[in-house]
């Protein structure tokens, strides 16, 4: 019998063989690959994928609810039920497990179980570039074939880095040691394909990561200082860069006074100074003010 035209067809031996590298779940074992099964697969009218998309959309907007981010996460994930392939869902799932669990939980098994899946949603979305597929499928490392991907690949990476870095955050000093090279090899990949991609987002994650790194793992502040700096010039509205920086520079440094002054600008911000992500700037405000609250318990 033939389909009509407007149903989504999918080849269910190709994608026997479609790598996504799927996270496990929760704050448990490690990370190990794994394939979207053949069973996974629904046939579904393409009008009605794209209801869901929409519905899905409508939620998304009002992500500063709890509840409507976490319903508009849920109709993404139904629209891959049908459409497993779909970069543009897969991308907007991996951004927005990262913010749901910055800005809505606090359980930490909570927040571990979405940057997983915010991780896996990303790592899916990488893979749909044929190249980088191949070259992991065939056994090299996946941090060792970002040369494949290309500039519309950036969402996707960058939020495998983001999500990677807070779960590891979370699993431990020696779970972000073990992902160490996985991550700075990432964030110097966005850095050097799109600097200007999310308002900096290169330079800040590796500002980051030089911060945090001990010296024998590649720590080194004065390139913390020179990243988180090229950051502020590309935006110097993004609160997330101030904050991030005087977490990990100012006290490494133990430099109180730019502390102070970071999280002083943070806080004094207006959130709507970036239009479309205004939750997202609140998220990274409310940090800003925990810690500036903290400010004499940070210092010698």
């Not at 929760?26 to 579904?44: L, S």
């Not at 749909?128 to 992991?136: C, D, E, Q, T």
């Not at 207006?270 to 925990?290: H, R, T």
Request: hydrophobic letters at 40%; one cysteine or more; a positive charge.
């Amino acid at each position: 019998m033939k389909m009509k035209k407007n149903m989504v067809i999918f080849s269910l031996t190709a994608m026997a063989t479609f790598l996504v590298f799927v996270s496990l779940s929760g704050c448990g074992a490690n990370r190990e690959a794994a394939y979207i099964k053949p069973d996974t697969i629904k046939v579904v009218e393409k009008e009605k994928v794209n209801e869901l998309i929409k519905k899905a959309d409508i939620f998304y907007e009002k992500r500063a609810e709890a509840e409507s981010m976490e319903t508009a996460i849920k109709n993404y994930e139904k629209v891959l039920e049908a459409d497993p392939t779909n970069k543009v869902v897969l991308q907007k799932l991996a951004y927005a497990c990262y913010w749901y669990a910055a800005g809505h939980l606090i359980a930490e098994n909570a927040q571990c179980e979405y940057y997983n899946k915010g991780a896996q949603y990303g790592e899916r979305a990488m893979a749909l570039n044929s190249a980088f597929k191949a070259r992991v499928a065939a056994g090299e490392k996946d941090y060792k074939c970002l040369d494949a991907l290309g500039k519309e690949d950036i969402p996707s990476g960058y939020w495998v880095f983001a999500n990677l870095g807070r779960w590891s955050n979370l699993k431990g000093f020696t779970t972000v040691l073990k992902h160490k090279s996985k991550l700075k090899t990432m964030a110097d990949w966005v850095t050097d394909t799109d600097e200007n991609y999310f308002y900096g987002a290169g330079h800040r994650a590796l500002g980051t990561f030089y911060a945090k790194a001990p010296s024998f793992a590649g720590g080194d502040l004065d390139k913390a200082k020179l990243h988180f700096e090229k950051s502020i010039n590309i935006s110097d509205d993004y609160i997330g860069t101030k904050v991030l920086m005087a977490e990990f520079y100012a006290v490494k440094k133990q430099d109180k006074e730019l502390f102070i002054k970071l999280l002083t600008a943070a806080v004094n911000k207006d959130v709507n100074s970036i239009p479309g992500i205004e939750f997202e700037m609140s998220v990274d405000q409310k940090k800003a003010k925990e810690l500036l609250a903290k400010a004499d318990e940070m210092f010698e």
